[in-house]
């Protein structure tokens, strides 16, 4: 994973022969706004995996470090109460400014815990803004996190975001105001169109006293069941596959163009030419095809 990470060849080459550890994990994203509670949620939701006596793998998105340009691990810190469990795997990652919410190695990552043999893959994004949908792209089953007090729904609906989750969990709701946001959910829910016949739940908890969780672990299962009975998997698993092949392209058209022409001492001239004006970014980019011998 580090060697993936660092984009190292050496990871290129464990991802070759990884190729058909594939398609074996139920892919779970936890997702929602900071502050929502996903980790203390992640934690719960593992524990009652690790119970049943299954491998849990945990992918634990973080915000890059300015200054190490790696993950803040504050995630791990929450998790104490299953660290270290012998059927458990964490990996802590960083967004390195990667967009969507995920990190750009989170594709491999949920490849090699597929080959490590985890019969699940928890995968927590870093949060939840208007373009962070790409969790929806890796996961099977997407739990949308919020808790009371935030008036953010109907926004987040004209963004696109609430259609990404197949369950709704309000956490924290032992606190004031948490059957309003129920109702603003079963509203917004309901203006949306049903995808594939799945009436998205909404199942209220209080993660750090296990409250709910049961009902959400159901949940989770029911929506595995559906999606498994009705062949969804293999179009999620072909959503996942184009992300990661398109990923995978772009990286290696940088990596070309810099070993032909030194792209990325360049870059810096490049951004200066067109906040100058000397050149658009379109003409640029022109010239840089020529150069490195792409386009004639």
Not at 58 to 65: F, L, V
Not at 119 to 127: A, L, M, Q, S
Request: charged share 25%.
């Amino acid at each position: 994973m580090s060697m993936v990470e660092s984009a190292a060849r050496e990871g290129e080459e464990c991802l070759r022969r990884l190729r058909n550890a594939t398609g074996r994990s139920h892919i779970i994203g936890i997702t929602g706004w900071p502050g929502v509670g996903k980790s203390t949620l992640v934690s719960r939701i593992a524990g009652r995996f690790l119970d049943n006596n299954q491998q849990v793998g945990i992918i634990a998105i973080d915000p890059t470090s300015p200054l190490s340009g790696g993950s803040f691990l504050g995630d791990r810190e929450r998790m104490k109460g299953i660290d270290g469990h012998e059927r458990l795997f964490i990996r802590s990652m960083a967004t390195r400014g990667y967009p969507g919410g995920i990190g750009a190695s989170t594709d491999a990552f949920i490849r090699i815990m597929e080959a490590m043999g985890k019969d699940v893959v928890i995968v927590e994004t870093v949060g939840v803004g208007q373009d962070q949908v790409s969790v929806s792209h890796v996961a099977d089953t997407v739990v949308m996190t919020v808790i009371p007090g935030m008036g953010d729904y109907l926004q987040a609906l004209k963004a696109g975001i609430m259609e990404l989750g197949d369950i709704f969990v309000v956490n924290k709701a032992d606190r004031k105001g948490v059957e309003e946001v129920v109702i603003d959910l079963r509203m917004i829910l309901g203006m949306m169109e049903r995808r594939n016949d799945w009436v998205p739940p909404i199942v209220k908890t209080v993660a750090v006293k296990d409250d709910g969780i049961a009902e959400l672990m159901s949940e989770i299962v029911r929506h595995r069941a559906h999606i498994t009975n009705r062949g969804l998997i293999s179009g999620k698993r072909m959503a996942a596959a184009r992300l990661e092949i398109l990923e995978t392209l772009k990286a290696e058209f940088i990596h070309l163009i810099d070993e032909r022409i030194g792209f990325q001492e360049r870059l810096d001239s490049y951004a200066r030419q067109v906040l100058d004006g000397t050149i658009d970014r379109y003409t640029l980019v022109e010239k840089v095809f020529k150069e490195t011998g792409i386009v004639q």
